[in-house]
């Protein structure tokens, strides 16, 4: 089967001037690859007919579909419509049926109607267009030469919910795809360089359909076996099969089998070992919480979490003794591992994470520089702690400090229960 | 003063799959901005060399700069650098001072040196070599047919680091620029259609060189006024000055005059008026906490919060009374005013965020269903409370929750001190 290539231009000044982050592509990206189509490219394009126009005569050249994000609301700064309408020699029409289907959605909403959102239901007349089930823009779908042009909305859940219930299935029924098989392992305590020569034989043994790419994360090194076959089950076994191999080089430094955010494999593992767990965030001020909570199911194992940054508030809630941080500062190994402890023993959980450092920009001195991070984990039977310096930016230090504690948690879950 | 246009190109297979958001080019689009360049364009590609080379000529055409992030790390699936060396004509030469750089920065970090990172001190011979003060694969800056292209690392840390200290500063040395001028006022109350209507005259009435652009979030639009000029302090007296003009037609409705984050105005109200804040989260699991801890100074204003997934944490530490949640149910009006009023006499504060709900996608029930969430905000004299229904994604839940409790909470630090 021939690879069918997709190329996504999302159109917006908002994205080039960097107003907001396309977060819109990378998802495209994963649901396209699992149903059989390489992304080309990614294109990101000014609000501008000439711009559209050129990017989309380029993207025509490389691929058989281009999906159009954005640029399709009511008001004047919104072109896409417009010029593809101009583009593929047609007219806008009036179209009954999605001014009905705009109308209902209003209704819904309880919003009344306006002049503007009336003039969503006029559509380009020689395209088929489609409900968009949870916004007022249409979404519009051209095929002429062989060729799929699509324009979809570009706020982040219309777009999501064209592409599953809509988008993606026409585009299935349309062309025939192979199967784009990728696998992920998850390797800690190796620099990226030191892993790609410990494991250097084996990958020059690779067979020749199958890549490989480094991904390295702050602790972690991601590696990515990746193949395109007619056959998706055989590829697959081709992929675990090399991975096996991977095993026995790297053993326990392997983490995980997939490319599982940390916090899943966490929620994972304590699931599946019917444990609990809590915080006690200082310098990390709610993250971990709310990365554990990111994962659906995790009230199951997670109870709760008591973000403490005054040092009262380490007093009197979770029990830390004032003369340990007096005299050993609020930022230290005493302190953060009775922050885990009290957390333990105050949410009632099997293990709690703690953090306490300095964020910055500001509160560093000489002996604790701004990036100074003390991590702990507390089990039942003990606590395991670690000194950290992740530097001087604020967000990097919360981010970082995030990780490192996933990672210690998942190493501690692991040596006591040997048989995850 | 010509506009100088600036195209990024980012490399990685691991963008086009859907493996990593590209965050860095908004962030690279806000500083570029800053400086007077423009972007022209944002473009992804796989490693390929083919693919670079398109997209190289291609945005050499358009472009006065084209930089490129990612790609040059020291594995094999890394080709940028030899793929520039080969455009530009020229070969790989060892050179001794990115040896001694590289060296340098391991000893810093206790790592060994191996053949792959010496391997980095190989670089195109005719261009000039910037040194990689935070990583290993040193940055490479070529000069031709008055044009720049520049070879920078993937990873944001060593991306910023780069663009801050040499490629910002040395692209303001090489070209001159005139001043580019974004203002941003944050509408609540309105719908994007309804507000354009509003301000149509207005828009209308707009000087030629003064642009709009309509950004809709969750509960706000994000009006955008831009301009190019010579002259910067002009043009952002003339942006001002329209500002002016949208004031006294929208009043109230203006929540603040700069797109800052909404938790940055909350964390500058709460500083000008000497007022505290704390959070008992349930169904926003800390992404409240997390949002407010993510201001740098924000530990003068914020205590702490505790994060309540379990019932019984919201009984014994926020003191809501059991009673109460067996008659109304956790997810009630009445369990988050006493969420949030127990959140602030528990950490002394001044205002206290509650949210209860269900994030989903389990837990609904037919009354209330996933998407459920109430929000409190506890004051001095009282609790301002609201029922939402944000729909079944789970992450568009626990974010839109937290975009509703901060609208909420402005309105209520502006209700009490009238003169913000």
Redesign the interface.
Known sequence: MRTINVEIITIG???????????N???????L?KAGFR?????????DAN?IVN?LN?ALKRADVVLFTGGI??????ITKHTLTEYFDTKLVFDEKVLRDIEELLKNRQ??M????RSQAMVPENCTVIQNPVG?APITWFDKNEKIVVSMPG?P?EMKTAMTTEIIPRLKARFKTPAIV?R?VLVTGY????L??KIADW?NALPADI??????NYGIV?L?L?GISDDGLSMDFAIKHQIEGLKEILGKAIVYED?WPLEKIAGYWLTETNQSIA?A?SC???????K???V????TY?????????N??KTR?LGVSEELISTHGAVSREVVEAMATGAQN???TDYAIATSGI?????GTSKKPVGTIWISVAYKGGTYSKLFNF?K????N?ERSTQAAFLMLLEQIKLINRDL
């Open positions: 000044d908002e994205i080039l001037i960097g107003q907001i982050v396309d977060t592509s990378a998802w495209m990206g994963v649901e690859n992304i080309a490219q990614i294109t990101s394009v000014h609000d711009h990017a380029d609301g009511p008001t004047k700064d919104d919003r009344a306006n002049e503007l959102t007022t706020v859940y990728h992920n620099p990226e360089s030191a790609a020569i990958e890549h490989i790419a480094y991904l390295p991601k990515r990746s490319d915080t965030e990390t001020g709610g993250n971990i919480a709310h554990i909570t990111s659906a199911g995790s009230s997670f109870k709760g979490s008591v973000i403490a940054y005054s009262d508030i809630i105050l949410l009632k964020a910055g920009p500001d509160g530097g930016l604020r967000e990097q919360i």
